[in-house]
């Protein structure tokens, strides 16, 4: 069966730039516009030349796209203008893209109450802006502001701005959800209705997220006829954001209602790096991802129950909807207070323990597991704690060295320029083979001092940790109250790049966070094989 052709249309980098706090320069431009024509979307929407320097400067020259068709934002001629004598139009014409998106109301409250103007006037300016773009060799676009709420308001206007359009000779007539507020059952409907009058394959759906609906908006147009989508990496976009393709890509490429009828540009072998080019743009907005976003989110396959992780062990499929490689993700089994042996099991395959499913000390490592999270430990967010606890357990941790004794102390002083400043000061005392080594150092706080004190000299040991630093610092108030139980979690790099996280949990925070540096420290020389 020949497959119908979907388009993707990506708007990260106009609509996208609307997101609260969010700010694209124009290298960041350039690097996403390259990064979603690897990933095989059809249309990158960079800007809109003539409303700020950065989106002029980008469409100055033409990105060297290999596949997706580099797209220019912008409103039609305004109202008591000609196409000629239009700035923001000449600004879109002169701009080096291969296509034009207009934007035009397509609601007759909106026309009147926004624009100021006539249904007439309106219907002139969508007219002869699509004219006047197809007429400069381009291809053109017309996102319809507002439809859905105008159609349900007066359709037969709705319906004319979109005609307009198309009579002119747009590619694509674009049916807007500007507000957010349409419902899956109302987009199939209306969508449906469109079709009558407008091919499907010349109409695109752009749904915002205020419902938390975009995606199925989406897919509801594709059901009734649209072959067109626009959407934005991770759902950004003004307010609650827009359609997000990162679940709609892989819905399209995966499942079967849409996979055996669409074809798409985003090749498998594309998808795979879907989880990357999501992560690698929250990156650049020096974002944290979403861990719990659908397909790419960290927590997507993610198994914490022990009666679903005993069944995943079994087939990935009992609790999975699709591969997670798929998509560039893994499956990950954790280990917490609702773990059992299928949990601890899977945990112990992924870091390469060997056990013995019959030795009783797998069943006390799952109850001392489970005492541990009790007591405030959360091995879920520390996987090198939880292996050095497995290790310990099952007997498999090397001997490397003893704290004796740790000391350190936070004192003001007055430095060189007569400024008070804070330091702290520690002093660790370790016993390395009967070797007595004490070591002592300065911080900007206590655990800090800790940290460089322990890593000082570690004596034959010291050649296994040098590329160890600290990079992430977390506490947590499990309780509060003059007893409070304080939880430290510790993130630690080497020099491979590898990170791992550790934990301590005490009433003392100077203690809770030694543990974690302990933890770490000794983690490092088990993966650098040191020997014991």
């Not at 996403?32 to 003539?50: F, H, Q, R, S």
């Not at 630093?469 to 139980?485: K, M, Q, S």
Request: a negative charge.
């Amino acid at each position: 069966m020949t497959r119908e052709r979907l388009y993707l249309f990506d708007t990260t980098l106009r609509d996208g730039a609307q997101t609260n706090g969010v700010d694209f320069t124009l290298h960041d431009k350039q690097l996403i516009a390259k990064m979603l024509d690897e990933l095989g979307v059809d249309y990158v929407e960079g800007g809109y030349p003539g409303a700020n320097p950065t989106d002029t400067e980008f469409f100055a020259t033409k990105p060297g796209l290999a596949h997706a068709r580099f797209t220019a934002f912008g409103m039609t001629r305004r109202a008591g203008r000609s196409a000629s004598n239009d700035p923001g139009l000449a600004a879109l014409l002169e701009a080096k893209a291969d296509a034009i998106c207009f934007v035009a109301k397509s609601s007759a409250y909106q026309v009147r109450v926004a624009l100021e103007t006539t249904n007439k006037e309106n219907l002139a300016s969508i007219r002869d802006s699509v004219a006047a773009a197809k007429k400069a060799g381009r291809e053109v676009m017309l996102d319809c502001e507002h439809f859905f709420d105008g159609y349900k308001e007066d359709p037969a206007f709705a319906l004319a701005c979109a005609k307009a359009a198309y009579d002119s000779g747009a590619r694509w007539v674009v049916l807007c959800d500007t507000n957010g507020g349409t419902m899956p059952h109302e987009v199939e409907t209306i969508v449906g209705e469109v079709v009558k009058l407008i091919p499907g394959d010349h109409l695109g759906i752009h749904a915002h997220n205020d419902t938390e609906q975009a995606v199925a908006n989406s897919l509801a147009a594709v059901r009734a006829g649209a072959r067109q989508i626009q959407g934005t990496l991770n759902g950004l976009g003004e307010r609650c954001g827009n359609a997000n393709l990162c679940s709609l890509i892989p819905t399209l490429r995966l499942k079967s209602e849409f996979a055996d009828r669409f074809e798409i540009g985003v090749t498998n072998e594309k998808l795979a790096t879907l989880m990357t080019a999501s992560h690698t743009l929250d990156d650049m907005l020096n974002r944290a991802p979403n861990r719990h976003a659908p397909y790419v989110g960290e927590s997507a396959f993610v198994t914490k129950t022990g009666i679903h992780a005993s069944a995943v062990m079994k087939d990935p499929q009992t609790y999975e909807h699709v591969r997670p490689e798929a998509v560039g993700n893994h499956r990950k089994v954790l280990v917490s207070d609702q773990a059992g042996r299928s949990n601890v099991i899977a945990e112990l395959d992924r870091a390469g323990i060997a056990y013995d499913k019959n030795d009783p000390k797998l069943a006390r490592l799952v109850e001392e597991l489970k005492e541990r999270e009790a007591a405030g430990y959360a091995y879920e967010s520390a996987n090198a704690s939880f292996e050095l606890l497995a290790r310990r357990t099952l007997g498999r941790v090397p001997d490397y060295f003893h704290v004796e004794q740790f000391d350190v102390n936070v004192e003001q002083r007055y430095n060189a320029n007569g400024q008070r400043v804070t330091v702290a000061m520690a002093v660790v005392k370790v016993d390395v083979d009967g070797e007595k080594l004490i070591s002592a150092a300065e911080g900007n706080g206590p655990v800090n001092a800790l940290d460089v004190a322990l890593r000082k000299d570690l004596g034959k040991f010291q050649k296994f940790i040098e590329g160890l630093r600290l990079i992430d610092y977390r506490v947590r108030i499990l309780n509060g109250g003059t007893e409070a139980v304080t939880r430290v979690l510790i993130e630690s790099a080497d020099e491979t790049g590898e990170t791992w996280s550790t934990i301590g949990v005490s009433p003392n925070i100077i203690d809770a966070s030694f543990q974690a540096l302990m933890d770490s420290v000794i983690y490092k020389l088990v993966k650098s094989g040191a020997p014991a």
